[in-house]
């Protein structure tokens, strides 16, 4: 099947609303993955972030990447006299891992992580509608690792006309190397693996191989 080129949609859609400043909520997974994409959106959109991400463990790194994020935040509005907001959906990683204990043995970039997009996007999709955001689109396009036409898929499925869904393709136009470069500028804590306990176990296997191998 042919790609979606998603950034152009994007760039489209863009150009469609540049007389006015809607809402959008921004789903996030943790603060590296945020810097470039709200400072990219500041002046187009009002932005709120919302951190839905019951597929990270364990708790520990859960909060870790939580408390970084609403510390860039903090410290970003304070930087650009900006008034993004944070917002955080509760942390039940017991569902999450029901749901996703069925593709456990699948490899990273499979079904498993179609599934795990597609839970976070719906949680963001229903808070966003609940709370009348003209728009709704994730960060989670902007790693190289993370598919881009099954993010966009999924949003679009899950969007109606009141809150409709931003299509976005972040790691375009350097948007990966730009997020990392503005995470180190504020020295955000950039973690090593994916989320999920079998993400963990994977970089656990890898640092393992690696030590033996020096
Ligand atoms: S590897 Fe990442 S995207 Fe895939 S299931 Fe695990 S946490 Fe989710």
Excluded at 57 to 86: C, M, Q
Aim: proline content about 2%; glycine content about 4%; hydrophobic content about 30%.
């Amino acid at each position: 099947m042919e790609k979606i080129n998603y950034h152009q949609n994007f760039l489209e859609e863009l150009e469609k609303i540049k007389s006015s400043k809607p809402s959008l909520l921004l789903h996030a997974c943790c603060g590296p993955c945020s810097t470039n994409i709200i400072d990219s959106l500041k002046e187009r959109f009002e932005i709120t972030i919302y951190f839905s991400n019951s597929n990270i463990y364990p708790s520990e790194e859960y909060y870790r990447r939580k408390d970084e994020l609403f510390d860039f935040i903090g410290a970003y509005n304070h930087k650009n006299n900006t008034n993004i907001h944070v917002v955080s959906d509760a942390y039940e990683p017991e569902i999450f891992m029901c749901q996703l204990g069925v593709y456990g043995n699948v490899k990273e970039g499979g079904k498993r992580c179609y599934l795990c997009y597609q839970l976070r996007m719906e949680k963001a999709y229903k808070y966003a509608n609940r709370n009348n955001f003209d728009y709704y689109t994730t960060t989670l396009s902007v790693s190289p690792h993370k598919n881009s036409q099954w993010i966009n898929q999924i949003g679009e499925m899950l969007a109606t006309k009141n809150t409709k869904w931003l299509f976005s393709d972040f790691k375009k136009d350097n948007g990966y190397q730009k997020s990392c470069t503005i995470a180190s500028d504020f020295n955000l804590y950039r973690q090593n693996y994916c989320g999920c306990i079998y993400s963990y176990e994977q970089m656990l296997v890898y640092k393992e191989q690696k030590a033996t191998e020096e």
